[in-house]
């Protein structure tokens, strides 16, 4: 991967910081791109050295079915667990572990943008939290989230084809 | 109901044209009624010349004269009225595949001529088809090709063409040589090389009717451009086995050195048609760049530079195909950026158009070519054929895929090799190819031979590969309906998937890709765009930003949702509004996932119509203005004004000066 090599930004420090992120000018028109770079950093950080940018792409590599499961090994980066951890932190912001009404609803408002009306919004919100939310909390945790996708092939669909 | 018993009644008038015609006698034989009017005139219908002292004619009727023309536009009507009864008879083409349905008009138009005339029908000759038909459908694919997708499949699509080809000439030459063997009193006297050619000439994948079967299937983009990728890129593999095996056959005697020089004959046409493509490419941009003053006659300049690419490169027996993708490739983004949004959008329309009528047009006179005097029918040769062609691709296929597969991250599953097996179907450059071949006894059976394999492809192949595809379930477009939470996850991961996918192609990016950016950025945008194209400061490209973000939010807007705060099941249209909200979105903001490739329409943006914005945009100014006082939270909506309008575009455009 070309992150030291062919980007004259990082030669010098070797580390990120958002504003390098935000030069990729469809990263900053994609609807969630604000939090998909704030999900490079972590909580308090304010640049990402190349081990951790290396580390968050690795939940990205595509999974490879036949691996051998012993307990002893620390489970893998891209497991399909860990996929979904990552896509759900994209929604819990504040990091308590659940995804309240009101995080759906700002994930929903960009995502959605001036298409629909408050009302709608607040529906689909209402819907979504109904359908997935077992323990009636009002807010979706990571298992009710885990059990909502279960029918996504979340393997295919959170892989990045690297080289073809 | 009334529109489509019209549409016939003037399809079956446009059919008798050709009958009529047929009857008339040529152009020798006087015209009774065409005498010259009086004795001083000179009679404009040529042989005529007789001084008969006749009353002035009011009405006469001079066919000859606009014979050529006349015909020719007919034919095109007749494919073009054909075309729009499909498109109005609405179950028919969901079963049975355009191309089929055209051939069989051409059948049945092709049975009328000759039931009228008794003599073979007007055939679709080689040169005609090479060099009128063929080169619209091809720019026109050209044109479309997903770059990104296309070059990071090359490899894989290269793989197949290349060595997919070899793999199916050799093994249905060999093996047909092998039936010859075994009949020898039918088949007996055709040769190797005989067989040879042949198997060059069938064994080629046709874009024209993968495009138009393909078409009407829903497969994954990855699929998609595999099959019509390796059906362009064989051309220059097909092209070259033809022209070789034929010199072969005009040779006394055929040595090692021979064979070794026709390997290197298939790089010199591949590369040579390339690189003509890149100079037109180049050249047409170039050009491109100084017609702000004369914008009506931009989008000539395209047709005429990719058309004269692939003359040249024809001239020069190079690979025309290769040369009028390449130029067609090459010379996109800096035309596109060059020429107004008019022009862009005329290119874009008279291409569909062209390509349109040209495969319509190949498609009929397929049909009517079949009715001929000259068939000679084997039924060892014609079975053989077609067995061998089914076998030696899918075989082919298969080998090819379990090499490939260890190489690519993303590998073909077995149902699209299926698929690319299945797919492979032959069509109109077959079919011109036969006819070239020079005269030898048993040419007739070979005509004959393509032209069942051909229909069978197109027809059989053609018809079953839709229910085969539902009924492997290749990984298509979900039909399922999903819940709305698996939607709004699905959507969300999608979005970030595309982030990511960003993230790492900026960075992550092939060496020689960003090194060829870079290159491009440095010296080629430079010299080849227009000067105030080049950076438009952030202000207008907020303002343009912004344009773009009102003429999605003028869109009909769905139907209002009944809100209730009991939990109680939602209706189906409620469900469906929703669905349509959250697919909508996705579609308009994640440009990569839409394919803009359709032969029957253009991309939406394209068809935009600019002049609606500025009276729209005053109105929905005054929307929003009022959503915002509606809004339950007045902070999530005034945020939400805020972070949707300036800021986000705003942070990607400040970085790019």
């Known amino acids: ?164 | 109901m009334a529109a489509l018993w019209t549409l016939s009644l003037l399809l079956s008038a446009c059919l008798f044209w050709p009958a009529c015609l047929a009857l008339t006698p040529p152009a020798e034989l006087p015209q009774p009624h065409n005498l010259p009017p009086s004795l001083g005139f000179n009679s404009s219908d040529g042989s005529l010349s007789v001084d008969l002292p006749m009353a002035l004619r009011v009405f006469s009727v001079d066919y000859h004269h606009v014979q050529a023309p006349f015909e020719i536009v007919l034919w095109i009507m007749l494919a073009s009225l054909a075309k729009l009864g499909f498109h109005w008879s609405g179950r028919v083409p969901a079963v049975v595949p355009e191309s089929c349905l055209l051939i069989m008009v051409g059948l049945l138009v092709g049975g009328v001529i000759y039931g009228v005339r008794h003599s073979a029908p007007p055939t679709l000759s080689a040169d005609a088809f090479f060099l009128f038909l063929l080169p619209p459908i091809v720019l026109d694919a050209g044109y479309f090709l997903p770059g990104k997708l296309f070059f990071e499949n090359l490899g894989t699509i290269l793989w197949y063409a290349v060595l997919g080809t070899l793999w199916n000439v050799l093994g249905i030459g060999l093996s047909l040589y092998g039936v010859c063997l075994l009949a020898p009193s039918s088949l007996g006297d055709i040769s190797l090389l005989h067989c040879l050619l042949f198997g060059s000439l069938i064994a080629a994948v046709d874009p024209v009717a993968v495009l138009s079967v393909f078409q009407e299937m829903h497969v994954n983009d990855q699929l998609h451009i595999l099959v019509f990728g390796e059906s362009l890129l064989n051309d220059a593999v097909t092209v070259v086995l033809y022209k070789l095996f034929e010199s072969f056959l005009r040779l006394p005697s055929v040595s090692g050195l021979d064979v070794l020089l026709g390997g290197c004959r298939v790089l010199v046409v591949g590369l040579g048609g390339l690189f003509v493509g890149l100079f037109f490419g180049l050249v047409a941009a170039l050009t491109s760049r100084f017609t702000s003053r004369a914008q009506v006659i931009a989008p000539l300049f395209v047709f005429l530079y990719s058309y004269l690419s692939y003359l040249t490169s024809e001239m020069l027996h190079l690979s025309g195909i290769m040369a009028i993708v390449t130029c067609a490739v090459t010379m996109k983004q800096y035309v596109e950026a060059n020429v107004s949004e008019r022009s862009k959008t005329s290119i874009q329309y008279f291409l569909k158009m062209w390509s349109s009528v040209s495969e319509t047009l190949i498609f009929i006179f397929l049909g009517v070519s079949t009715i001929q005097d000259v068939h000679m029918w084997s039924w060892s040769f014609v079975c053989s054929t077609l067995l061998l062609c089914l076998i030696w691709r899918a075989t082919g296929v298969l080998l090819l895929t379990a090499v490939v597969n260890k190489l690519r991250r993303n590998t073909v599953t077995f149902r699209d090799q299926f698929i690319i097996a299945y797919g492979g179907l032959r069509g109109a450059i077959c079919f011109s190819l036969v006819f070239l071949i020079d005269d030898f006894p048993k040419k007739r059976l070979f005509i004959t031979t393509t032209i069942v394999v051909i229909l069978f492809t197109v027809f059989v192949q053609g018809m079953t590969i839709k229910p085969l595809v539902e009924l492997l379930d290749v990984k298509r477009k979900k039909r399922a309906l999903p819940t709305v939470s698996e939607e709004i996850h699905s959507r969300l991961i999608d979005h970030l998937l595309a982030g990511i996918e960003d993230v790492v192609g900026y960075w992550g990016q092939h060496y020689w890709k960003d090194k060829f950016e870079q290159f491009n950025k440095k010296y080629l945008r430079r010299f080849l765009i227009r000067d105030d194209h080049q950076a438009p400061s952030s202000i207008l490209r907020v303002y343009q930003e912004l344009e773009r973000r009102d003429q999605r939010g003028d869109e009909e807007a769905p139907p209002l949702v009944d809100t209730r705060s009991d939990s109680r099941p939602l209706l189906p249209e409620e469900m469906d509004s929703i669905r349509r909200i959250l697919s909508r979105n996705l579609q308009n903001f994640n440009n990569k996932q839409t394919r803009a490739y359709s032969r029957h329409t253009l991309h939406q943006d394209a068809t935009m119509d600019r002049t609606r914005k500025p009276l729209h945009r005053h109105q929905s100014l005054g929307e929003r203005y009022t959503f915002n006082t509606q809004g339950e939270d007045g902070e999530f909506s005034g945020s939400r004004r805020g972070r949707a309008g300036l800021s986000r575009s705003h942070t990607g455009t400040v970085k790019d000066i």
């Open chain 1, 1 to 164: 991967m070309g992150f030291n090599g062919t980007s004259p930004l990082l030669d010098q420090r070797g580390e990120l910081r958002p504003e390098d992120f935000g030069a990729i000018r469809e990263l900053s028109m994609n609807p969630i791109g604000d939090r998909i770079i704030s999900a490079f950093f972590s909580p308090g950080k304010e640049t990402v050295d190349f081990a951790s940018f290396v580390r968050i792409l690795a939940h990205f590599h595509p999974t490879e079915t036949s691996r051998s499961r012993d307990g002893v090994q620390p489970e893998p980066a891209n497991s399909r667990t860990r996929k979904l951890k990552f896509a759900f932190q994209l929604y819990d912001q504040d990091r308590d572990g659940k995804i309240s009404r009101e995080e759906l609803l700002q994930v929903l408002r960009t995502m959605l943008e001036m298409q629909v009306t408050e009302e709608q919004l607040q529906s689909i919100a209402e819907r979504a939290i109904q359908e997935a939310d077992l323990d009636q909390d009002d807010a979706i945790s990571f298992d009710e989230f885990r059990k909502s996708l279960e029918k996504v092939d979340i393997d295919h669909k959170m892989s990045i084809r690297f080289l073809s």
